[in-house]
């Protein structure tokens, strides 16, 4: 991405490795993404004082749970009570939406984290076995490619359904266990934090609750993993199904999933190749009832949208389009009769 950036503006490009903080369970990896945006906030905090860098200028671009990490580091930038101007640019590619769909502002990526926050949603769904990206608009201007949740190219015919695997996973957990878990994860700041651990574990593969201690009391009630009266003998193993599941989403769900990183990477060599139309909802896109541009005209999804900042009339504007099954994806604009 950096080379060909460099190739199109004179500018200074910085590429972060988090392998050693992503590589863990995702639920680690999503709880890094504080830690690494509060470091790259530092960075930018740095260059500012040193060498007197303009925050303004600074345009931030993250996949999945990198843009969460980004929106992480514009909060921190901005501050608490928002009175500073913050960085200019966070473009979202496709934000995790586990742990952050319908979570607070703070800890999410969203319009306040920076003076643009443009999104490209490829992946997107309101549960794991429709998509691993955010459903809901959740920047300045939000882009949903092909409607956002499936993309063409991504061989559809020759896979097994995902949601058919989680299903064969998930049927295995007794429900007490379940409901345990998620009666216990919401907890706040408070002057006392008691917790209790009934499925405790290193990994989803011995338990979905935290293992260790969390609270300034913790009670872990029959060891705190497993529950008598959950019927253990009578269910098939938890970890053999979750493998199961994690193996085919490896190879289905990662394609729609990449896209936007790749749409965008073509966009700064295909400039005019990705039009998006402002419309209410993809099915009517598709019935042609959002054409032409309106007289302001039409953004460009990807690397260029901020040329179309000022021209924004509604605050959280939807824009589709429709692209190509192979690359560089782009195609001619699309000319309605």
Known sequence: ????????????????????GAKCTYFIAASNTRVLGAEIAYLID??????????SKVHLIGHSLGAHTAGEA?????????????????????????????MPRMVRLDPSDAILVDVIHSN????????????????????????GTTMPGCNYLLRPRTEDKLETFLEGKPVCVTLQHLLVMRWWRAILVDVIHSNAGLSLTTGFGMFN?????????????????????????TEDKLETFLE??????????????????????????????????????????????????????????????????????????????????????????
């Not at 991405?1 to 503006?9: A, H, S, T, Y």
């Not at 004179?10 to 988090?18: E, G, L, P, S």
């Not at 997107?124 to 409607?147: E, I, K």
């Not at 872990?220 to 009266?229: A, V």
């Open 213 to 237: 201690a969390t609270g300034d009391m913790d009670f872990y009630p029959n060891g705190g993993t497993t529950m008598p009266g959950c019927n253990y003998l009578l269910r098939p193993r």
């Open 1 to 20: 991405m950096c080379l060909l950036l460099v190739r199109v503006e004179n500018i200074n490009c910085i590429a972060v490795d988090w392998e050693d």
């Open 248 to 337: 085919v989403t490896r190879g289905t769900g990662n394609c729609d999933h990449s896209r936007s990183h790749e749409y965008f990477r073509y966009s700064i060599l295909c400039p005019d190749g990705f039009i998006g139309y402002p419309c209410e909802s993809y099915q009517t896109f598709k019935e042609g009832k959002c054409f032409p541009c309106p007289k302001e005209g039409c953004p460009m999804m990807g690397y260029y949208a901020d040329r179309f900042y000022d021209k924004l009339k509604e605050d959280n504007p939807k824009f589709f389009l429709n692209t190509g099954p192979m690359e560089p994806f782009c195609i001619f604009p699309f000319v309605h009769p």
């Open 124 to 147: 997107a769904g309101l549960s794991l076995t429709t998509g691993f990206g955010m459903f809901n608009a959740t920047g300045d201007m939000d882009f949903y490619p092909n409607g």
């Open 74 to 102: 514009g909060r921190r930038l901005r501050g608490v009570d928002r009175k500073f101007p913050g960085i200019g640019r966070i473009t979202g590619l496709d934000p995790a939406a586990l742990c952050f769909e319908g």
């Open 46 to 55: 740095t260059f500012t004082k040193i060498y007197k860098y303009c925050p």
